[in-house]
Every structure is written in C-alpha cells, then in structure tokens.
C-alpha cells in the first residue's frame, strides 16, 4: 500500500495581537483618507467662494485705480477688480512679453502709462503676433496723446514663466513682473500692479485687449471623491479579514494512495 502523501496546512486564523495591529493600522489610514477627503471639501467651498468673487469683480463698473496712499495694501484681495485710469502712454519705455493666445504665439504689449500726478502704471495694451512686435509695424496704434484705459487689475509675476526666467538684460521676458520690467527701462513710481487692457480697439487694429484669461482650476470634488472611496474600499476590505476565519484540513475524502473501497 502507497503510504498516504500528507496535505499542506492551510493557514491558521491569526493571532489576537496580528488582529489588533492590522485593525488599529486600517483605521489609522482610514482615518488619514477620510482627512484627506475632508480637506478636499473645504478646499472646494474655498474655490468656489473665490470664483463667485472674481467673477463680481470683473463684471462691476469700473473704479479708479489705486492710487500711491494704497499701494502697500495691494495684494490677492485686488487681483481682477475692474479700474479705469488716464494719462499719456510712454511708448518709448515699452516692454514685449512673450505670451500664447487664441490668436496664437506673439507678445503683450506692456506700456508704462503716465497720470496727472507723475505716477506710472504698467499697461497690458494687449496681444501682438511676431510680426507686429516693431512698433513701426502698428504705428496707428501707438496712440499719442491724453487717453483713458479700463481693464482688470493684476498682481505683478515675478521671476519668469515655468523653466524659464525672466532675462532683462537680453529684455527677453516670460512674465509680467512689473518691479523687473520697471528697473530695467528706468522707471520711478510705478504702481506694485499692473492692468490688462478691456477689448476697446485701438487704432489699426493691434494690439489687441480683452484677452485675460479668468479661470480658476476646480477639481476638489474629484479628489475628495476619489480619497472617501478609498476609505471606504479600505474599511470594508479591513472587515472582511478581520470577521474571516480561514478554513481548516479537509477531513473528507480519500487521500492520495488510497483507493475508494480501503
């Protein structure tokens, strides 16, 4: 008779200690996702707050732009408040800053705007292709003269775009950083902001304005979704392993080697 080949052993039930280290472990993390879930909501009505309050800036009547008393206070609170404000473009101190629009890859126009009192402002007059950039290439538009500019107030960017920093001294720019910008064609008293022109056209059609883009990424709802789901996935594997009983040696039936009728 062929002595009977022994089965392996299933696993055992684990232990209470393994029990108690692997629930306190899945709540923990549970609890960090449900965190991370939760923060994402918050994050969300932030988001949401900020939109709804942009959005009135932009569309109320125009107000005058700040002027020196307040320019220590500018900050995120005056991002895309609707202004006006007058006086004499500088058309000589302009500043081309590489940009990508709907109308393809070219340049922004920033000219510093003198006011009645000798203040300047940093004007975003608009968009240009590349072969627009000359001045001589839109002399209507270089318009002379007292005028009146509305348009969105922005906060300065510092440094340069993503990879790439601003280079004054070869006057390549990525951003519109208005401190640098200042500095490098000789300007005083220049406002800590600057104020992208509305989509009023100026004469010969370039540059044009109107084309600052307001959109605020809002995917918190997504994250805060996906971070409960994996909670929940979490917990409810955890509770099945922990009200699981593997099962034991099978008893029934013959073993190998032995014949149905031993």
């Not at 009146?148 to 107030?153: D, H, I, Q, Y």
């Not at 601003?166 to 300007?187: K, M």
């Not at 996906?226 to 509770?239: E, R």
């Amino acid at each position: 008779m062929t002595a009977p080949v022994p089965r392996p052993a299933e696993g055992d039930a684990p232990s209470p200690l393994r029990r108690i280290v692997f629930g306190l472990g899945a709540a923990l993390v549970c609890l960090v996702l449900v965190g991370l879930g939760t923060w994402q909501v918050q994050r969300r009505a932030w988001k949401l707050d900020l939109i709804a309050t942009t959005e009135a800036r932009v569309h109320a009547a125009p107000v005058p732009a700040p002027s020196p008393p307040v320019w220590a206070g500018i900050g995120p609170g005056d991002a895309y408040r609707h202004v006006t404000l007058s006086g004499r473009f500088l058309h000589d101190r302009e500043t081309l800053v590489q940009a990508v629009t709907d109308y393809g890859a070219g340049f922004w126009v920033i000219t510093p705007l003198r006011r009645d009192d000798g203040t300047l402002v940093l004007v975003n007059r608009g968009f240009v292709p590349g072969d627009r950039r000359e001045p001589a290439a839109r002399e209507a538009g270089q318009v002379e003269g007292p005028v009146t500019v509305t348009g969105l107030l922005r906060l300065t960017e510092p440094h340069g775009a993503f990879l790439r920093s601003n280079a004054p001294a070869q006057n390549r720019w990525y951003s519109r950083d208005v401190t640098a910008i200042a500095a490098a064609r000789g300007l005083a008293e220049v406002a800590p902001y600057f104020v992208d022109a509305d989509a009023a056209p100026n004469p010969g059609g370039w540059p044009v304005g109107g084309l600052t883009v307001v959109s605020f990424p809002n995917n918190h709802l997504v994250y805060a979704v996906t971070w409960y789901g994996l909670a929940l996935m979490l917990a409810a594997f955890g509770l099945f392993r922990l009200a699981g009983r593997p099962a034991g040696p099978s008893t029934g039936g013959p073993t190998r080697g032995q014949s149905l009728g031993e």
